[in-house]
């Protein structure tokens, strides 16, 4: 069924009848010619491209949970290029650009809104790399504004820029096609449409092992729901890539933490744009209902909870309650973490593993939701032609043996 306006309206005189399932919920083949661990948006995307952009229909998405019950539902939603090298700023950028048509692509409403980001400049020392980082955006193709201060309280009037602030505010780096959009939608949009083609999404299935043949080459997974044969395994299960690489028998340079978001009462709109503080750590945004999102750093130690722990939360919102005295008695509505997946430089790992047959998709960290798409547009491509996507080839496995890193930790949002 194809969503428009004509459907609403059919379907409201019809008494909402005619309703089927966005996508089956099918029990698994035994075998199939790719298999992608990860129910997310990137696993989801994968199998959507490899269905669309390379006619590869015998696809199975392998979700231990159910679809979009990781970080992909536990984000704060940012969607933005403003990175540094030029090879993290061509791909970003790209998915930036996927998005903005990503709502009439996939006939799914995903909420993009192009409300801007600003990144904060507390000091002397944040204005020089302001001033770095805006070279760098332009001379990479990316749209960069540097603002003043008092161009910055005219876009956020909530934040406090007075010359006696906690954190002074000395002007801020503005990318305006910058924006959010809504998490679910995102993820479920990606399901629809690779269910339409054929892809057979499976929740409730926990992948415990790899099958390997004789000559060591990938032949299938083993899950809770049998045995699935295949020569292409492809993993984007974010946080928890190191234990599917255990399976296979080699280590990752990943360490899993939690990243910790926050979602207050509902409020009259008081910020139409997303405010990063690099100095803090904070970054938050508005919602459509009107709830603040707020997010900030990492719990600092390696963990699988999807909770957090109580002294970040202390921190984060006594950093806003600093920034934006008028909302220090808003009240949280929940909270929640994503358990990320950090790599050395803060980029991340898009390619061929020590496995012949297993692929992955991983080492995002805090950037995994804004690369949903470019993420499955470069996965699904090597997946299909076992050649890496133009965009990924500096992002492979080897630079960790070669060198080759790609420092973006700054970029990312997140001093890690």
Not at 405 to 413: K, P, R, T, Y
């Amino acid at each position: 069924m194809r969503y428009s306006a004509w459907t609403i309206f059919k379907q409201g005189l019809t008494g909402q009848r005619g309703w089927r399932p966005a996508w089956r919920s099918p029990d698994p083949k035994p075998e199939y010619d790719v298999v992608v661990i990860g129910g997310g948006g990137h696993g989801l995307a994968t199998a959507y491209y490899l269905a669309k952009t390379h006619g590869i229909h015998r696809v199975a998405v392998l979700e231990k949970g159910w679809i979009g019950g990781g970080n992909s539902g536990r984000n704060t939603t940012a969607i933005r290029s403003n990175y540094y090298y030029r090879s993290s700023a061509r791909m970003y950028d790209h998915s930036l650009k996927l998005y903005e048509g990503l709502s009439k692509e996939l006939n799914y409403n995903v909420m993009f809104s192009q409300r801007g980001s600003i990144s904060l400049v507390h000091s002397h020392h944040d204005l020089e790399l302001a001033h770095r980082q805006h070279g760098a955006m332009r001379l990479n193709g990316v749209d960069a504004e540097l603002l003043s201060t008092a161009e910055v309280a005219q876009r956020v009037p909530v934040l406090d820029v007075s010359p006696d602030a906690r954190f002074p505010v000395l002007g801020g780096l503005l990318q305006r096609r910058a924006g959010t959009a809504r998490h679910d939608a995102v993820v479920w949009g990606y399901a629809r449409a690779a269910d339409a083609l054929g892809v057979d999404i499976i929740q409730n299935c926990e992948v415990t092992g790899l099958r390997r043949g004789p000559d060591g080459t990938a032949i299938g997974v083993e899950t809770t729901r049998g045995l699935i044969g295949t020569r292409r395994i492809g993993v984007a299960v974010a946080g928890h890539s190191g234990r599917l690489a255990e399976m296979g028998g080699f280590r990752l340079p990943i360490t899993s933490y939690a990243l910790q978001a926050f979602v207050s009462e509902p409020l009259k709109p008081v910020l139409d744009t997303i405010v990063i503080s690099p100095a803090t750590g904070v970054y938050m945004s508005q919602s459509d209902k009107g709830g603040l999102v707020i997010g900030g750093m990492l719990d600092r130690y390696p963990s699988y909870a999807q909770r957090g722990n109580m002294p970040v939360i202390i921190d984060v919102l006594g950093n806003v309650a600093a920034q934006y005295p008028a909302l220090g008695r808003v009240r949280l509505l929940r909270q929640w973490a994503g358990i990320v997946d950090v790599v050395p430089d803060s980029s991340p790992i898009i390619g061929a593993s020590p496995v012949p047959g297993l692929f992955l998709n991983c080492g995002w960290g805090t950037g995994g939701f804004k690369a949903i798409p470019v993420g499955g547009t470069m996965f699904a491509h090597h997946l299909a032609t076992d050649e890496p996507h133009p965009l990924a080839e500096p992002f492979s496995l080897e630079r960790f043996t070669t060198g080759a890193l790609i420092d973006e930790a700054a970029g990312s949002g997140i001093a890690h």
